[in-house]
């Protein structure tokens, strides 16, 4: 009997293990990500262009996928627009040698859930891959949720079970999973302002070391979706020099 029961938990674990695949041509950086996600407990897979890339997305559904910027074949900027034009979710942490400020800026505009910078720490690296992991799994779970969860702010909507957003009864088209992470989290909390490095750490889920610009860039693009007029936006709004909040006024 214990041995059975053994068997089952292995089976069960087995199903549970998560696949993060790795889109990037450097030999090195495969090896380096192999040695360190598979020790971490992680199934791993790669491809080293991104046509190929693309394809391992759509055919092995991965948990997470590590999209370097510069690639073979179709760069990393095209596949992750590819992959929101599909309206798949998975979490994006792109790499690239470059640091400037736009490239960075250009990625999150286009979907990725985050950016970083070659040469990289593994250790700061598995650190954004387990945080980005733990918000799919709580999404995962609340998505199983039969019950209905309807969060209604002022002309807010937000159905938590499905993930969509209404304004004014509109449905809200191509929110990416990050950008409704940060109008949730605004919205259960009306009308109180929240810092930039508050949303960093309750939504990113870590450190962002002082990168407040990730936050500005995503709440910009926010407010392009849901605002009549993102320059003069009437549901989330700006305290100057604090931070952010979603207010219930209509």
């Known amino acids: 009997m214990n041995e059975i029961k053994s068997n089952n938990t292995a089976k069960e674990n087995k199903v549970e293990k998560q696949t993060i695949l790795a889109v990037d041509d450097e030999e090195s950086i495969i090896d380096l990500l192999k040695f360190n996600i598979e020790k971490e ?5 790669s491809a080293n262009n991104g046509e190929d890339g693309l394809k391992m997305v759509m055919e092995k559904s991965p948990d997470l996928i590590i999209l370097d910027v510069m690639l073979p074949r179709m760069d990393g900027y095209s ?12 979490p994006i942490i792109m790499l690239s040698a470059r640091g400037e400020e736009i490239d960075k800026i250009l990625g999150l505009e286009i979907g990725s859930d ?3 910078t070659k040469p990289f720490s593994p250790r700061e690296l598995l650190a ?24 209604v702010v002022g002309n807010l909507k ?7 957003v209404f304004v004014k009864g509109k449905k809200v088209d191509d929110l990416t999973r990050r950008e409704f992470e940060v109008l949730r989290f605004l919205a259960q909390n009306p009308n109180q302002v929240v810092s930039r490095e508050d949303l960093l750490e309750k939504v990113w889920g870590y450190e962002y070391y002082g990168d407040i610009r990730t936050v500005d860039v995503t709440i910009r693009r926010i407010r392009e979706k849901i ?8 549901m ?5 020099g604090i931070g952010y909040y979603v207010t219930d006024k209509v």
Do not use: H, W
């Open 41 to 45: 407990g992680y199934n791993f897979i």
């Open 79 to 90: 596949v992750c627009r590819e992959i929101r034009q599909e309206k798949i979710n998975t």
């Open 114 to 116: 985050d950016y970083m």
């Open 128 to 151: 954004r891959i387990k945080a980005n992991l733990r918000k799919t799994e709580k999404s995962g779970k609340e998505r199983k949720n039969n019950n209905p969860n309807l969060l």
């Open 158 to 164: 937000l159905d938590l079970e499905q993930f969509e």
């Open 227 to 234: 605002e009549s007029n993102a320059a003069n936006p009437k």
């Open 236 to 240: 989330l709004i700006t305290k100057r």
